[in-house]
């Protein structure tokens, strides 16, 4: 039921099958994932009615005829089981055993004289479901209050997005982010005249961070599998950049007991607010 | 798993690292004609002539079009899937070009010519005739009295949607506030209150928006464009010519970023117009730094009006805001970003007695707002960290506490049914207090003096993955064996450098058990032969296209 509606059903062999024979070329997978995790195209040792040994009930799947279909390895027609006699599958089934390479699979299924067929497999998936991913950014900095500066003295996002596909591509992600946020929280503002005529529109006025601008970005991420994700995996792309202009305009609060109300929180901005605070 | 979590280098890295990968722009034939969009000179008004007899003068000019040639065709221009329902389509407000000017910028014509210098020299010398009105560049200045309503065909005034969002029916801030002096006594109630705003930002991608244009020999338009959603432009461009879907064609090679920019409909429809008017020529449209920031799609400026009540032991009772965005000239991705901003606010804390949060959307003739990274969660991020920032401040409360004891919960179920699965936002925030050492630098830093001084503070959020229940998402894959066993993987949702062709081909090899060498995944997106996928946009590529390329879960894992 699991596969219905999706890509692997066209080309795989059919979910029910425990034990897979193993295409060479692909990966090895532990026993537990089998039900999930079938091999390409391939042909596979269904020992689910049994106890894994081959037998009387042994089936096995194949591509052939365009569609994946089941045999009794006793009951194979000829034609179907040309193929896989070629490659000496009949005797010696030992679930776990390579009956045949992908590029021999895929060989006969392009070039066989009777039944070539390009095997392709197309699925349109609709996701019903959703989730929310989650996080926080801590800021830890220093406020030069005449000069309206802020120096960021250390800086963490911690991510709450489910299971991580590739850790590496994760963090630079969330890198990237809090660059966008520390540009928020401090810099980029697109202003007008009272004409309505934008003033800064480049990269000169605009004032997005800089290599220079740029603290150590520390990253850490709480893993847990989310059951909506495909492989538990949840929201990354775009959350790193939406906790760090609060963080950093709570610890301004903080340093200084001064209450934000607007970002970006300029130097001239910033001047203005700690002159009518009376703090400098 | 065997390759899903393992840190594989980006498939893209080698090309886009030698400069290799091509981008749209890398792909321009060599006699193709370049254009240059005429620009208004006001912020607001109508065109009332144009006279092109001098710029069709300069060497090189082929092509000259003005708002009084295009299609008499209003079109939307959302990076949304199309909504089958009229009631939920995105609203139709621009033309090709638009003689009524909403915006200082706005496209009143367009030059075609040999080469840049010529097209630009001739847009220069297009001269204009307008009758002007008040620019209402601000959310204030848009809906006071007496304003000029921007779109008086599509709203009475400039408010373009107003929605209100509580979290019972019967929630009142009054009159929680009432029940709250009655349950604890004034005295032992802090309330903040205090009008929020965040800034207009573009998205700076590095690669500008770009595209080119030509009539194909079998009578489709084809446009290469640096899109982050390729069949989407091609729904776009067939509305806004009039033109069957099946006669528009668009390519999506490498592209240099996007930031939701380029989940807009941007000069592509344009483009395919100039090309068109050229007799299928080939016309290659790039928009300059400038006109990327101030005449394609912005992060909406916002402006929260917020309340909060809490206990003085630091229980939040109750918040209310009235958040209004600056939408800018156009409707682009409509009351989606204003809706997600206030849900958002009103969803991140848990309130004992209640929240309300309502959002207007205001037309206004500034840059248009659009779809930007995290989709108006910032905004709402800034307004409620602050709020709950205000608050601690004010009753002596310790940030992190506060937050722990009253931020969503787990298993938070949002009013349109969307759960709160895995959770570790607690947990995240833990982590992250002990990392910044919060407990001794929010003591330490108590009590300074001095010119120069240092604080630590926190910021939290929570961002929904996917978009169903408010739409269905849809995403097809296809797989295609070679002879040697290997496998092309063909998606359309696209790489915009968030690395999702490695992502995907990691899921595609976990899910066959194919190598990843043996994985070829095919960045470029051609409507033609690209399986259907509405493309890159939110948070949700390897969530909702992850799902093509791997055996279901969710839902199906559930029931059984």
Known sequence: ?280 | METVGKSFVRVDARGKVTGEAKYSNDLVPKDCLQAKIVRSTIANGRVTAIDISEAQKVPGVVKIVTCFDVPDIQFPTAGHPWSVEAAHQDVPDRKLLNARVRQWGDEIAAVVATDNVAAERAARLVKVEYEEYDPIPTIEEALAPGATPLHPDIRKDNIFVHTSFKTSPNFDYEKAKQQAIEEYGEENLIEVEGTYRTPRISHCHIEVCTSWAYVDTNGKVTVISSTQIPHITRRVISQALGWPVGRVRVIKPYIGGGFGNKQDVLQEPLNAFLSIACGGRCVCLELSREECISQTRTRHAAKGVLRGLATKDGKLLAREGDIYTNKGAYASHGHAITAGMTTNFKDIMHDAYGCRADGYSVYTTSAVSGAMRAYGVPQAAFFADSLTDDICYKGGFDPLKFRMENCVPPGFVASNGITYYSYSLKECMKRGAEFIHWDEKRKEYANQTGPVRRGVGMGIFMYKVGVYPISLETSSARMILNQDGSIQVKLSATEIGQGADTVFSQMASETTGITMDNVYIISTQDTDVAPFDTGAYASRQSFVTGKAVTPGRGADDLAE
């Open chain 1, 1 to 280: 039921m699991i596969w219905q509606n999706n890509i692997c059903e066209k080309i795989h062999t059919q979910p029910k099958t425990k034990t897979c024979v193993r295409p060479e070329g692909t990966q090895e997978k532990p026993a537990e994932q089998n039900a999930r995790k079938l091999a390409f195209g391939g042909a596979y040792i269904d020992n689910s009615q049994n106890d894994g040994s081959a037998g009387e009930s042994v089936k096995y799947s194949a591509w052939l005829d365009g569609a994946v279909k089941e045999y009794d390895i006793h009951d194979l027609p000829n034609g179907e089981a040309a193929i896989l006699r070629d490659t000496g599958v009949e005797k010696d089934i030992i679930p776990g055993k390579v009956l045949l390479s992908m590029k021999d699979l895929a060989m006969n299924a392009f070039y066989s004289l009777d039944r070539s067929e390009h095997i392709t497999a197309e699925v349109t998936n609709h996701c019903k479901e959703n989730t929310f991913a989650s996080g926080c950014c801590f800021v830890d900095l220093e406020v030069d209050m005449p000069l309206g500066k802020v120096k960021i003295n250390n800086i963490i996002n911690v991510h709450d997005s489910g299971t991580l596909l590739n850790p590496k591509l994760a963090e630079a992600q969330v890198h990237g982010g809090m660059s966008m946020g520390i540009g928020y929280a401090l810099t980029e503002e697109l202003l007008y005249n009272e004409k309505g005529r934008p003033l800064n529109a480049n990269l000169l006025d605009f004032k997005i961070p800089t290599a220079m601008d740029c603290p150590d970005y520390h990253v850490e991420f709480l893993e847990m599998d989310d059951p909506m994700g495909p492989y538990g995996n949840k929201a990354l792309g775009e959350p790193p950049a939406i906790p760090v202009a609060p963080a950093i305009r709570n610890a301004i609060l903080h340093a200084t007991g001064v209450s934000m109300k607007e970002i970006p929180m300029t130097q001239q901005k910033l001047v203005a607010a700690f002159k009518e605070a009376g703090l400098i």
